[in-house]
């Protein structure tokens, strides 16, 4: 035996390596579809919606992690915030029949009914357990480009085009794809609402970040140092302005009832032990101190739903005692949800299970407590009247299965959106949907630390512009660009990413709501038939080639709203690689573009200058044939009236640029006798 040189050792390694590539390529797929959604959540049904409407043979697998179709929206929301000025189309189709408030089941059969109602070429697939593994290649100029995904039910899917629909992101994670975690500081994009507290945590942060003063952090509550309560997650450490790695409190949206007839008491949770809800405890004594009477509106956000039932949220934003809460201790839970967003299959349910046990003993205690009743007697009374409802999540014991996941990882795509966008009104030519809502950051971080001398316990992190009309911060309708849904250009060639969107922490606060969801799920589907068909016009085609015009006028087509008002005046902007006309519908043909496109004043049309639809003598442009002035390159069939003009054998135009449009060789800007 003679040992392989060392140049020999590593052709061996290399022969090894391209071997397991090789059988990593041809891994076996037990099913297939050219879209591939990821996600049973309200943006995976209206993105398979999407693509049965588009009325291609694109065939589609929707895939949900649980048994429970819906994500948030059947699994506890309990109502609609936002969405009166951004819903359309199928959006609006699928929650307006719902209305403000609805209970869980009603949702429930609402995505069922959108589901029912498309094609053959729409299949869905749920209980599929987590992702455990997304197979990718590389190609030069495309980046990776997804070839399958395994689930934990053993299952490989192969696809053309993927769709991330799941609040976690984990198509993005595990195809490697570019994305982020956590707070940006202050200084990454230059937002002010950005990063973690400062030490007084006086400049962002709501009012009922503290705990009541006399409510000390440690075990031993006359000491100063020590082992702290259970629920605070460690002495304040941070820098003001700083990044981390931590996202906003997660939570169960509870669905409860008061009808005896139908409630079924909360009951004692498994290990069961009052003092690790100690910081609870103290909280009560120091408000009965106050004089405050609790409530559940005191201590909760309720949403009053049909059946007599309600949504139970946490309510953590109000300190003057009165409806809304000003109780720190809730439902969210701001110590046990920072290993969710990049965990594994077992640590998420251990999140899940541990989210589960301290809601569940959090309502126990309350109802059953001998203390709580002596101190807040009508406390005790109200809760024991409210529990889980019978006729709700009758196949999980009547718990949602579904955990509030407000935030995981964002997408770093090809345009970040970020603080100084939401309060802008841009127009943005590549809009695929619109988004509304206000700053709302949950807490991110329970700790402890001394402020003004005295130990306090603080849920840090919070923001919330709505509560605190913060001045220039009102909330604006956002035309949201296609590039915050896709991957930069050489990433990850065929992923759409439509929840887990490519937001900052701060502008993500204004866009995570499921009326969002909905919407650009839709867009998602839509483009994701769009880069399925140009894949099949060339194998180098990615989701970035779409001809965003075409995707844009069969959104619209579909009833989705994409602009919030008319342009001021017609112009062309550079997005995508491709001028794009603002204003009108279309694109210049084969067009690309370094950042500059010409302008497009009201005075100017395009001419087709090829073919011997004109004559030229000089500058002067004389029609031969009936023909069409047009405000882009579109085909004129495609364009409403406003942007397209009719012009009989013998019209003048008088040639305007002196040369061909830039990307193209045929049209020619040109003022049609001197028409304003």
């Given amino acids: 035996y003679t040992r392989p040189s060392a140049m020999g050792r590593l052709l061996m390694l290399v022969g090894i390596l391209a071997l397991i590539g090789s059988v990593e390529m041809a891994e076996e797929c037990t099913d297939n579809a050219d879209v591939v959604i990821w996600g049973g959540t309200v943006c995976g049904i209206t993105a398979a919606v999407a693509v049965s409407r588009m009325k291609t043979t694109t065939t589609t697998l929707l895939l949900s992690q ?72 590389t190609a030069p100029g495309l980046g990776k480009t997804i ?136 909280e009560i004594v120091a408000a009965t101190k106050m004089n405050y009477t609790l409530s559940l509106d005191s201590m909760f956000l309720i949403r009053y739903l049909p059946e007599s039932k309600i949504d139970l949220n946490s309510g953590q934003w109000n300190d003057d005692g009165k409806r809304g809460g000003f109780f720190p201790f809730s439902t969210d839970l701001p110590f046990l949800q ?48 409210w529990g889980l409802a019978a006729d709700e999540y009758g196949d999980t014991g009547h718990w949602t299965p579904q955990l509030y996941v407000r935030e995981s990882v964002r997408l770093r795509g090809a345009q970040v959106l970020t603080q100084s966008d939401l309060f802008s009104t841009l127009r943005r030519p590549s809009s695929v949907g619109l988004s509304e809502w206000q700053v709302d950051i949950h807490a991110v971080k329970r700790v402890a630390h001394v402020v003004n001398g005295t130990w306090r316990v603080i849920n840090a992190g919070g923001r919330d512009t709505g509560r605190t009309h913060a001045a220039g911060m009102a909330a604006q309708v956002l035309e949201v660009p296609y590039e915050a849904i896709i991957p930069r250009r050489g990433d990850t060639s065929n992923l759409l990413v439509p929840v887990c969107a490519s937001f900052t922490h701060v502008a993500f606060s204004t866009f995570r709501l499921e009326p969002q ?120 069939a495609q364009l409403p009236p406003a942007e397209k003009m009719s012009v009989n054998p013998g019209a003048k135009c008088i040639d305007a640029s002196n040369s061909t449009v830039p990307g193209t060789k045929t049209y020619l800007f040109c003022t049609y006798n001197g028409y304003h």
């Fill in 66 to 137: 649980g048994a429970r179709l819906g994500g948030m929206t059947s699994g506890g929301l309990g109502g609609r915030d936002g969405g009166d000025t951004i819903l359309g189309g199928i959006a609006a189709e699928l929650w307006e029949p719902l209305g403000k408030n609805f209970v869980p089941s009603a949702a429930l059969q609402q995505v069922g009914k959108m589901l029912a109602a498309t094609g053959s070429n729409i299949r869905t697939r749920s209980s599929t357990g987590w992702v455990t593994h997304v197979n990718t290649t």
């Fill in 147 to 282: 070839r399958s995904i395994t689930t934990e039910d053993g299952s490989t899917i192969c696809g053309s085009v993927f769709v991330d629909c799941s609040y976690e992101g984990d198509l993005v994670v595990q195809s490697g794809t570019d994305y982020a975690v956590g707070r940006e500081s202050v200084q990454d994009f230059n937002e002010s609402l950005a990063g973690q507290d400062g030490p007084a945590f006086d400049a962002t942060a709501e009012k009922p970040s503290f705990f009541a003063p006399s409510v000390s952090p440690f075990v031993d509550e006359h000491a100063n140092s020590g082992p702290l309560l259970d629920g605070i997650v460690g002495l304040y450490n941070e820098t003001a302005g700083a990044g981390d790695d931590w996202v906003m409190a997660m939570c169960f949206r509870m669905c409860l009832t008061n009808n005896a007839s139908n409630r079924i008491p909360i009951q004692r949770p498994d290990h069961y032990n009052a003092s690790k809800l100690e910081l609870l405890r103290r």
């Fill in 338 to 385: 920072h290993a969710w967003p990049l965990g594994s299959p077992d640590t998420r349910r251990a999140v899940f299970a541990a989210h589960k046990w301290w809601t569940q003993a959090m309502l126990y205690y309350l109802a059953t407590d001998a203390e709580v009743r002596a101190l807040q007697p009508a406390l005790a009374t109200e809760l024991a009247t």
């Fill in 517 to 636: 969801y909905a919407i650009f799920g839709v867009a998602a589907g839509v483009a994701a038939v769009h880069s399925v068909e140009a894949q099949k016009r060339s194998s180098h085609a990615s989701v970035h080639d779409v001809n965003i015009s075409a995707v844009q006028e069969d959104l619209q087509t579909l009833g989705q709203l994409l602009h919030t008002a008319s342009p001021a005046s017609d112009r062309f902007v550079c997005a995508l690689g491709q001028c794009i006309g603002v204003g009108s519908h279309g694109v210049f043909a084969n067009s690309s573009c370094d950042g500059t496109c010409p302008p497009l004043a009201p005075t100017r049309w395009l001419a087709q200058d090829c073919c011997g639809i004109w004559s030229r003598t000089g500058n002067v442009l004389t029609a031969t044939t009936q023909t069409w002035l047009k405000k882009s390159t579109v085909d004129s």
